[in-house]
């Protein structure tokens, strides 16, 4: 197979991933959200349910949109001040170098957006870098889009760079797909961009465990040998990883790799994503699964983002109730309650 991103829906059905009976409902889906696969990705689809093929192969499902969904879900224009900066918290903001992946997830947040625009301009980047440059507030930037592993070494060398040289920024995060949808990227050339004083964080974007294939590992094991700290953080997908033993496998495959998870996300409420949405109640009682089940190494925040912008919150179980005068109830790993003076 071409080593090239397929975005036609001839090529998709080409190489098998989509039926030429659901060629018509594709390409009604591609006029309205950007689509591609990697070849990567197209070998690890298989037939009949396969949660790869549904994270990334359109649906007619997507065009089914809900008066609760919304355009911008978390809110991204609202703390926009200008092009490539969301601003929502004192201490971070996001930096958005491009807005094109490598793969666009059915599920994205941001699908409205990605895939509709190439990478800022020189004069919008120094832009942005100077707005981060100008508060000294902003202690960690996190560099996403889009996937800022799409960028060349040099360019992302050169953001890595200005960002290391602004005194008050202690910390880089870059969230990526690449290292699962397209690991040949991950080369010498691109770890070595990542070099910096400060700290640089790689957040990996992984939700099920077959992602995680031996060139995969290969990919993150170059930028654990650079002394790049690894993050997972995950999505939780009806029919993907909606189950115990299939979120269990993929954690303990993510830190075997050395990657710690971060967070599980609660499915935002993009529009045409109503068909990956689990209940809070069932996502809740699935981290109750987990947390008798794995290792604390292999326990993720579960995470929603609230709409409107008004940001991250916890929503997992609580395991510790107040009884009043100072005493508690606590609930251990497998349910029992125990009173807690």
Known sequence: MKARILRRTDALIAA????????RAVER????????????????????????????????????????????PIGDERFSPLKGIVHRYPDRVLLKPLLVCPVYCRFCFRRETVGKGGALTARELAAALAYIRHNPAIWEVIVTGGD???????????????????????????????????PSRVTPALVASLAAEKAVYVAIHANHPRELTAITRAACARLVKAGIPLLGQSVLLKGVNDDAATLEALLRGLVALRIKPYYLHHVDLARGTGHFRTTLAHGRNLMRALRGRVSGLCQPTYVLDLPGGHGKVPVGPCYARALGGGSWEIEDPVGKRHRYP
Do not use: N
């Open 29 to 72: 889906v591609a006029r309205r959200f950007a689509v591609a696969l990697t070849p990567h990705v197209v070998e690890l689809v298989e037939a009949g349910g396969d949660p790869i093929a549904r994270q990334f192969v359109p649906s007619a499902a997507e065009l089914r949109a809900t008066p609760k969904e919304r355009a911008d």
């Open 148 to 182: 800022p592993f799409l960028l060349s070494p040099r360019r992302l060398r050169a953001i890595v760079r200005a960002l290391d040289a602004i005194p008050h920024v202690q910390v880089m995060r870059l969230h990526t797909r690449v290292p699962i949808v397209e």
């Open 16 to 23: 098998g991933v989509v039926p030429a009976g659901r060629r």
